[in-house]
């Protein structure tokens, strides 16, 4: 039994990914959402807001999951959709406390639950704008346009896509 907890232990250590192995996008900018979403539940927001950022929060986490196997030379056909996907499904683990599954029709097209519907679409943000800042720094020969631009560009996407589902849902 000792053996087992062991490996468990080192398994877990070894899982936890650090500085160094998860650099797809700036730690500043994973604080910043992650304190959007609790800041958020407290003040009241709708959920689909609250969605937004926790589907940006848990992409990234995503990202961070398939830069980690990169580091240790895990590769399958289709991985890093895997990761993504099931990192953003766990928005249900993460409010199945708090909230009751209840859909709803959403701009009379799609029948969801706001906080998933919320998850998706900052998951799409988050990937769109991450890609978005590799095309423009690319473009700059392979320099940001300002200090923290990296943070500052799905910040402010996040936030005007919270803001017009605010205004518009």
């Known amino acids: 039994m000792k053996s087992f907890l062991r490996k468990l232990l080192g398994v877990c250590l070894t899982v936890v990914p650090g500085a160094?192995?998860?650099?797809?996008?700036c730690p500043i900018c994973t604080i910043a959402i992650g304190a959007g979403v609790g800041v958020a539940e407290q003040l009241g927001v709708p959920t689909a807001v609250v969605g937004i950022w926790a589907g940006a929060l848990l992409t990234l986490l995503g990202y961070w999951a398939a830069k980690f196997c990169d580091s240790r030379g895990w590769n399958?056909?289709?991985?890093n959709a895997l990761l993504i996907g099931l990192s953003v499904a766990m928005i249900g683990f993460a409010y199945v406390g708090d909230l009751d599954y209840s859909p709803v029709w959403i701009w009379?097209?799609?029948?969801?639950?706001?906080i998933i519907f919320g998850a998706l679409v900052g998951m799409v943000v988050f990937i769109l704008v991450e890609k978005l800042y590799e095309f423009m720094k690319l473009k700059n020969g392979g320099h940001a346009h300002f200090p923290f631009e990296r943070v500052v560009l799905?910040?402010?996407?996040?936030?005007?896509c919270s803001w017009l589902i605010c205004f518009c849902y």
Do not use: S, T
């Not at 160094?20 to 996008?25: E, L, W």
């Not at 399958?76 to 991985?79: E, H, L, M």
């Not at 009379?108 to 706001?114: E, K, R, S, T």
């Open 76 to 79: 399958f056909p289709g991985r």
């Open 108 to 114: 009379n097209v799609l029948y969801l639950d706001p």
């Open 20 to 25: 160094a192995v998860a650099n797809p996008a």
């Open 154 to 160: 799905p910040v402010v996407a996040l936030a005007l």
